[in-house]
């Protein structure tokens, strides 16, 4: 069973999260019977949902920390202030997600395509971000501090204030 934070009392079961996945896809498909996801504020604590399709769906402030989201589409997803600290988001389309203020520290997004993403004030630390795509997106006062950006495309992203440790910006391409 995975229920949502403290101060929701709704609870999802594994069925009733799969039965929230089918109606996102038909929705996503353009079926007039498909709902858009809507799991803000959710705790999905080390749920598996690699490889769904929960494009666009609203998982802000949601508890994903541990959670498998290997190959899982997010591309525009909201997940602003979600919690994936330790989530495997490698190889996850993020494309144009909001992140801003999330918690990503130790998660793994190498080659996660993270183009156009927003992450403003995202906390990365000891983020796994080799070879993951993050050109054009938007690091402003992202925490970096420790994380791998090995081979990681940084073309056109707009970084400031970003603490970090040794060189992470080490192979990468940063072009203006």
């Not at 896809?25 to 949902?49: F, I, P, S, T, Y």
């Not at 769906?57 to 997940?79: H, I, M, Q």
């Not at 983020?127 to 090995?150: F, P």
Request: charged fraction near 25%; charge should be negative; include cysteine.
């Amino acid at each position: 069973m995975i229920d949502t934070d403290e101060g929701d009392d709704r609870m999802i079961d594994t069925d009733e999260l799969k039965e929230i996945l089918r109606l996102h896809q038909l929705w996503v498909e353009d079926d007039e019977q498909g709902q858009k996801a809507d799991l803000n504020g959710a705790n999905l604590n080390g749920a598996n949902l690699s490889g769904a399709d929960l494009s666009r769906a609203y998982l802000s402030g949601a508890n994903l920390s541990g959670a498998n989201l290997r190959w899982t589409n997010l591309k525009g997803a909201s997940l602003s202030k979600a919690n994936l600290s330790g989530a495997n988001l490698s190889r996850a389309n993020l494309y144009e997600a909001y992140l801003d203020e999330a918690n990503l520290s130790k998660a793994n997004l190498s080659k996660a395509n993270l183009k156009r993403t927003y992450l403003r004030g995202a906390d990365l630390s000891e983020t796994d971000l080799s070879e993951a795509d993050l050109s054009k997106a938007n690091l402003r006062s992202a925490n970096l501090y420790g994380a791998n950006l090995r081979w990681a495309n940084l073309n056109g992203a707009k970084i400031n204030t970003c603490t970090k440790r040794d060189d992470p910006f080490q192979n990468c391409e940063m072009v203006e």
